[in-house]
Each structure stands twice: as C-alpha cells, then as structure tokens.
C-alpha cells in the first residue's frame, strides 16, 4: 500500500511538474519577442522529437503544441520538417508519442493557417490511419478535430478527393464508440458537408440515414441530447449543399425531433438550444416561405431565451466529467485545458462559471440571428411575430457581449423585409408609416455602431444591416440618411471607428510590455476582420450608387485616395482585389464620365493587370474596360497601353481561373466599341483576342463581346473583314 501511494505521489509530482512548465512556456512566449523565443526552443525541440528516449520525444512535441499559437508566424517557415516529425510521431508504438503528437497536429492545423492546408495530402491519409485503426479514444478525437479543420477550409476540389474514405470512417465512428468520438465524427460531417457542397449529394443518404438513426433513439443522457441537437445541426449544413429537392423529405421529421428536443431537460440544455436554433434557421433559408407552418412551434422557445437573464452561473461537474478527466490526466491536452481554465478563471469572482457564461452567450446569440433569418425568409407570414422580435432585439444592442450585439445588429434590419411585406408601398407612399417607424428605430442604431462600437464583427453586422435596407427601401427611404451612412463609411476608411482605434491602442500597450504580435489569433484574425470591414464598406457603396447615381461621384471622388492606397504592391492581395473590384463597380453603376480618372488610376491599373492574384487581374482588367469606356475619345491615347496589357490575359493557359480571360475579353470589347478607336489599334489586337472566345464563365461579358462582333462586320473596314467573317 505504501509503495502504490508513493507510485501515486510521484506520478502526481510529475503530472504537476509537466503542467507548470508548459504553462511557463506559454507565458512566455506570450510575453517575449516570439521570434526569439521559438529561435531558441527550435533546436532542442527538434532534438527531443528526434531522440529514442520517449520521455525527451514526448517532451519535444508537448512543446510544440505549447508554442504553436503564439509562435505561428516562424514556425510557417519550417513547416515541412515539423509536419514530418509529427506525422512519423503519429504512428509511433508507444500510445503517449501518438496522444502528444495528435494534439501539437491540432494545434498545427488550427493556428498554421493558411499555410498548412497545402500539406493537406500528407497530413489527411495520415489522420485516416488514426481514425481507422488507433485504438485511443483522445488521439481519435484529436484526430476529427484536425480532420474538422482541414475539412472546413479546404477548396471543394481538394476535398472531393478525401470525401468517400472520410464519410465512410466518420458514419462508422458516428455508429458506435464513446459519446465524445460520435460527437466529434458528427462535427466532422458537418464541415466537409458545407465545403463540399454538391459534391456531398453521393454521400447524403447513408449520412441521413445515421443521423436519422441517432434523432429516433431514445435517450436522457445529457450527452447523447447534445449529439441529437449536433446531428440536427449537421443535417441543416448538410441541406445546404444537397438542396431543397434531396434534402425535402425529410424535413418534417428533423423539425419534429428538434422541437420535442428542445423540451427535454439536461445539463447541457444551453448548448442543445443553441445547435438547434441554427438548425432552424437552416431550415428556414431552405423552405423560405413554407417555413411559415414552424413559426408557433419555433418562435416561443427562441423568444424566451432571448429574453431570459442569464440567472445560474454555477454548474458543478457531474461523476462522469471528473471520470473523463482523470482518464486523460496524463496528456498534455489535460494541462493545457487546465492551463485555458486558469486564464479564464483569472480576475473573476469565486464560483464564476466562465464557460457556462460563454455557453449562454452564444445560445442567446444563435437565438437572435435565428429570429432574424426566420423573418426574413417568411416574409409577411412573420408579422404576427415582428414586434415582439424587434422589441426583443432593441433591449441588446448595447449588451457587454460582442457575439450578442453582432447577431442583434445582424437581425434588427431583417426585421424590416417581413413589415415591408406586409405594407407595400405605393407609388404614393414609398414606405408605409409603420415600416418607416421601425426604419427609425433601425437605422440610428445601426449608424451609431458603426463609429461606436469596438468590435469588427459588430460593424460589419451594422454595415450589412445597413446595405440591406438600402436594397430593400429605396431612395425614398434612405434619402434622409445617406449623408449620414456616406460619414460612417468615411470614418472606417480613414480608420477612426472604435473597433480600429481600440486595436490600435492594445497593439501599443503589447509593445510597451515587450509582447512579441506573432500569434494567429492577433494579427493575422485582425486583419482579416479588417479585410471584411473595409470589404462591406465597399458593398454599402455600391448600394447607395444604385440608389443615387452620379449624384454620389463626388463623395467617391473624396474617398477615392483610401481606395488607391490599398492597391500598392505591399498590401495583400486581398485588399488590392477588394480596393479594385469596388472603384470598378462604381465607375460602371455610375456612369460617370472617368477621364479625371485616367492620371490617378491607369498607371496603377496595368501593374495590376500582371499581378500573381486572379482575383486582382480579373477585376483589373474589368475596371480598365469601364474606365476606358466612360472617358470615350479622351481615353483613345490610353488604349495600345490598355490593349497591351490585357493582351496576356486573354492568352492564358487552360487552368487559370476562366473569368480572368472573360473579363479581360470583355474590356478589349468595350474599348474596341469606343467610337473613334483606331484601326490599326483593333487590327493588331484582334486575332488574339477571337482565339480567346467564347466567354467560358462571366456572362456578362457576352453581351459587349457580341456587340463588338456585330460592329466589326458591319464596318467592312479591308483590314478587319478577314478576321470576322
């Protein structure tokens, strides 16, 4: 007895020691310059990791793992020989290699993006082999949560190819094994089923079939209630993909296990509602109007969590959750969820359940947005239920959640369609009174948070609200407050909104303190939710020049500069082709005469035209022809440059994306269609330009195609003739 409690003592120890260190590691490369950090933990990492000894080469990935999130940025420079040295730890005999080796994979695949998705063919046969013959159940759930990531990210050509060996693995798991491997594989399906899309059909029916199976079981275990709700929310991916006509049938029997769900008791009630709220809105955007027979089943339940108070904040684990726990106290996922909960717990009061508080969050979250999509897609079968829905809404919108107030924003403005619906305007009355009293309500709210709010997603959710009315309403609605909308939109363009200033002021606090910026989850997420924010700018753009024409030139105009600047070579060419396609779209919806253009832009224009993006050479090329055309015969000293440059784009080889070729066909059309384009000019770029038809892709650039056509053989010009006819 002595020497067990001894064995127990010193497995103890080790355990705490393993711990502290992996939590001194992560302190300090969250603290320290992170270049330096991994430049000295390289070496020795890479020596354990490569060593015989199993405590060192354990000690080697545990380490990893530890320091891939906030040293993501130089460890994608080494990806290759990383990825080898765990993949080889994956199929190692010893069971606490692979555990380890799974989670530094996991920690790889979720902060190494985009990077390591183009190791997808090494990494995805590699996590099959797990899945179909490693019998530890953490390594299995490791291993679907690395499937999940690369499942969800990658294109749908690259996934096809993995689509029958992964949904034949997944269903079996699904089918039977520990609840939390089932759980896992369901996730699983959901991601590949949304990034496959159509491609998933094949798979539908076996996949219906067992997520069907588990829906009609009976059970009251907490945990199988929650993997009856992952499975209706997986069914709502899958509908997505597979379409109304596949997905039809059976959309009366997931609707009636998710409503009879929702009144079952459980432990983990929060989470259940939540999944089952996106599957209602699923459900929704799939039925749209026919959705309308749900609505006194769905609406009670998603009114009152959104207008429940969060009133328990103490769950105290069941048996279970404690037995699962000491089952994995050896792996290094148990200290680094210890490690997550000691941060969460840090500065809270004793007996705060911070993921109980961050389950209701998103429950009540999932609730609004649902509210939203429902309105929306019932149209004026929802006016019953558009008071309350608004009402409900309007007591968030300033709410200390940013996850809430982005779905209250997001759903405030679909409130407006379904009350559009039902009070149509008139040629007298362009907007009913009513609509124009919530329009009211709306409209400040959304404004306001555009300059006030701190956080990105929000913005972006008030900008999308915003763009929607302006699409639904009208000039006569939004008159009032377009000077107004044009203001918000200047303030995000010269970055001065809370959410950019507020980023602005941590990122000097973490220089001050040494923090070292390298970690996904700062920088990079950052400035992709910027990338999204000054992206819908252009979108609320765009709508308000449908709306008001050339009457918008000159606030373009004055705008233009925070355009330009973001289509300089050292910016990302997510901005460069989002800055390009949005001068584009305004130049043609406008019809404004561009020859003031010509100096700011061309120059800038035929850089783009050869740049290593698609995206950017295609909107390149689509906005020379638009620019090139509205300054008719001031842009003819333009056009050999013009032609020139678009000429290798119409000469690209099969495999780049076809819309590059269309729209630099489409250009050429529009310039050759400029009255007072000169003949040699045409002549010389001509053959090319008919090997590169027809139009494979843009159909839009069908129509000058085939007017430049038209025109070239009724001109009957000598040189021409034999090329046309």
């Known amino acids: 007895e002595q020497q067990e409690e001894d064995d127990e003592d010193g497995n103890y120890a080790e355990e705490t020691a393993h711990k502290y260190a992996a939590e001194l590691m992560d302190l300090l490369s969250d603290t320290l310059p992170t270049r330096k950090i991994w430049a000295s933990a390289a070496p020795l990492i890479a020596q354990n990791i490569q060593s015989q000894d199993l405590n060192l080469k354990k000690s080697g990935l545990a380490a990893l793992a530890v320091l891939t999130e906030n040293c993501c940025e130089s460890m994608k420079e080494h990806l290759p020989g990383i990825i080898s040295w765990v993949l080889q730890c ?67 050509s690259d996934i096809k190819p993995y689509l029958s060996q992964m949904v034949e693995r997944l269903l079996q798991l699904t089918l039977s094994g520990p609840i939390e491997i089932r ?85 983990f009630v929060l989470e259940a509602q939540d999944m089952t709220f996106s599957f209602f809105s699923d459900m929704a955007e799939l039925l749209k109007a026919e959705f309308a027979l749900y609505l006194p089943a769905v609406m009670p339940p998603i009114f009152k969590v959104i207008d429940d108070e969060e009133e328990q ?11 699962e726990g000491a089952e994995a106290s050896a792996a290094l996922e148990r200290d680094m969820e210890d490690e997550e909960l000691d941060d969460d717990d840090e500065g809270t009061d004793a007996g705060f359940d911070f993921e109980y508080h961050m389950s209701f969050v998103e429950t009540k979250a999932s609730a609004c947005r649902a509210a939203g999509t429902i309105g929306n897609a019932t149209g004026a079968s929802f006016a019953p239920y558009i008071q309350q829905s608004a009402m409900s809404l309007l007591n ?13 924003f997001f759903s405030l403005s679909l409130m407006l369609p379904p009350a559009h619906a039902v009070l149509p305007p008139t040629p007298e009355q362009p907007i009913h009174p009513t ?54 939109l200047t303030i995000i363009l010269e970055h001065k909104a809370s959410c950019q200033t507020s980023d602005e002021e941590e990122n000097d606090e973490e220089s001050q303190q040494g923090g070292s910026g390298d970690s996904a989850m700062g920088g990079e997420a950052e400035e992709d939710r910027e990338i999204d924010l000054f992206e819908t700018v252009g979108e609320v753009l765009v709508e308000l020049v449908k709306l ?39 130049i043609r919806i406008s019809g404004m005469d561009t020859t003031s253009l010509i100096p700011v832009l061309f120059k800038t ?19 020379l022809g638009y620019l090139m055309k509205q300054a008719g015969a001031n842009g003819i000293p333009y056009h050999m440059t013009a032609l020139q440059g678009l000429s290798p784009l119409i000469q690209l080889a099969d495999g780049v994306d076809p819309e590059v070729r269309d729209n630099a066909a489409g250009a050429i059309a529009r310039i050759i269609l400029v009255p007072g384009t000169t003949v040699p000019v045409v002549s010389q770029v001509l053959p090319v330009w008919l090997k590169a038809l027809p139009v494979q892709s843009d159909m839009e650039e069908v129509v000058p195609v085939l007017m430049t056509i038209t025109t070239l053989i009724q001109s009957k010009l000598s040189e021409i003739a034999p090329l046309v006819l």
């Open 90 to 156: 994956l199929v190692h005999p010893a069971r606490l290699v692979r555990e380890v080796a799974c989670v530094a994979l996991s920690q790889i695949s979720e902060y190494c993006l985009p990077e390591v998705l183009t190791y997808h063919q090494q990494i995805m046969p590699a996590i099959f082999h797990v899945l179909s013959s490693d019998p530890d159940k953490l390594i299995q759930r490791k291993a679907c949560l690395v499937c999940q990531v690369f499942s969800s990210r990658l294109s749908p």
């Open 183 to 267: 759980d896992a594989a369901v996730m699983c399906i959901s991601a590949a089923a949304i990034s496959s899309g159509p491609d998933f059909t094949p798979f539908f029916p076996a996949t219906v079939s067992v997520l069907q199976n588990i829906l009609q079981t009976p059970s009251s275990d907490d945990r199988e209630i929650v993997l009856k709700a992952r499975s209706l929310e997986t069914l709502g991916a899958i509908s997505r993909s597979v379409g109304r006509e596949q997905f039809g049938p059976y959309v009366n029997g997931a609707m009636r296990a998710a409503v009879e769900g929702l009144s079952v008791p459980s432990a």
């Open 313 to 323: 904040l103490v769950c105290n684990p069941t048996n279970e959750d404690e037995e």
């Open 396 to 408: 968030y919108v300033k709410d200390p959640a940013s996850e809430i107030r982005s779905a209250v």
């Open 435 to 488: 609509t124009r009293a919530l329009l009211d309500r709306v409209m400040p709210i959304l404004l306001a948070a555009c300059e006030e709010d701190d956080s990105r997603e929000v913005v972006i959710n008030a900008l999308d609200g915003i763009s929607l009315v302006c699409k639904l309403l009208g000039p006569a609605a939004i008159n009032s407050y377009a000077e107004e909308i044009a203001k918000k």
């Open 548 to 586: 008001f024409g050339d009457k918008m030139v000159p606030y373009f105009l004055s705008i233009l500069p925070h355009f330009t600047k973001l289509l300089h070579p050292d910016n990302i060419h997510y901005y460069r082709s989002m800055a390009m396609g949005t001068i584009a779209e305004f």
């Open 605 to 623: 224009i035929i850089q783009c035209l050869a740049d290593a993006n698609d995206v950017c050479r295609r909107n390149s090329a689509y906005c």
